[in-house]
């Protein structure tokens, strides 16, 4: 896991795309974000074994290719499995189904979008304060 490495954010709603942005730069991120509308184009980034992001942060409900989907997709390629980049679902509209199927392909996280920007900002700060304090087997190479 690339603590150092960016945040990939797959989000297809410009609305919640600068509020993320906001939240980061108000938390002060020193990680890259990468934004994307569609999981395709997060896919053909991710594809590139040579860029090792920190973390993915991913709508449920995308155009071309659903997050479910890539999920499945990286679940099923070893060398894309192995990367040990946290998967993690953010939502606005959860439903027992999805919640299931994400679990299912070993999400690290699904967390609902919340109304409020205070709450908001703390969900994300919990999210990369975990993901910062976490170790993987990679840490001690």
Same mark, same amino acid.
């Given at each position: $896991?690339?603590?150092k490495g960016? /945040?990939?954010?797959?989000?297809? =709603?410009? =609305?919640?795309? @600068? +509020?993320?942005?906001?939240?980061f730069d &108000?938390? @002060?991120?020193?990680?890259?974000?990468?934004?994307?509308?569609?999981?395709?184009?997060?896919?053909? *980034?991710? #594809?590139?074994? &040579?860029?090792?992001?920190?973390?993915? +942060?991913?709508?449920? #409900?995308?155009?071309? /290719?659903?997050?479910? @989907?890539?999920? !499945?997709?990286?679940?099923? #390629?070893?060398?894309?499995?192995?990367?040990?980049?946290?998967?993690?679902?953010?939502?606005?509209?959860?439903d027992k189904?999805? $919640?299931?199927?994400?679990?299912?392909?070993?999400?690290?996280? %699904? %967390?609902? !979008?919340?109304?409020?920007? #205070?709450?908001? !900002? @703390?969900?994300?700060? &919990?999210? +990369?304060?975990?993901?910062?304090?976490? *170790?993987?087997? =990679? *840490?001690?190479?």
């Open positions: $896991m690339n603590k960016a /945040i990939i954010v797959i989000e297809d =709603d410009r =609305d919640d795309r @600068e +509020l993320l942005q906001s939240v &108000t938390l @002060e991120v020193k990680n890259e974000i990468i934004f994307f509308s569609d999981g395709s184009a997060a896919l053909d *980034h991710l #594809n590139d074994f &040579t860029v090792q992001p920190f973390l993915i +942060l991913s709508d449920v #409900n995308l155009p071309k /290719i659903s997050g479910l @989907e890539l999920k !499945k997709i990286i679940q099923k #390629n070893t060398l894309a499995r192995l990367r040990r980049i946290p998967f993690i679902f953010f939502t606005t509209s959860p189904k999805s $919640m299931q199927d994400a679990y299912s392909e070993s999400v690290q996280g %699904f %967390f609902v !979008k919340p109304g409020d920007y #205070n709450h908001l !900002k @703390e969900i994300i700060k &919990t999210i +990369l304060f975990y993901w910062q304090e976490c *170790h993987s087997p =990679d *840490h001690y190479d």
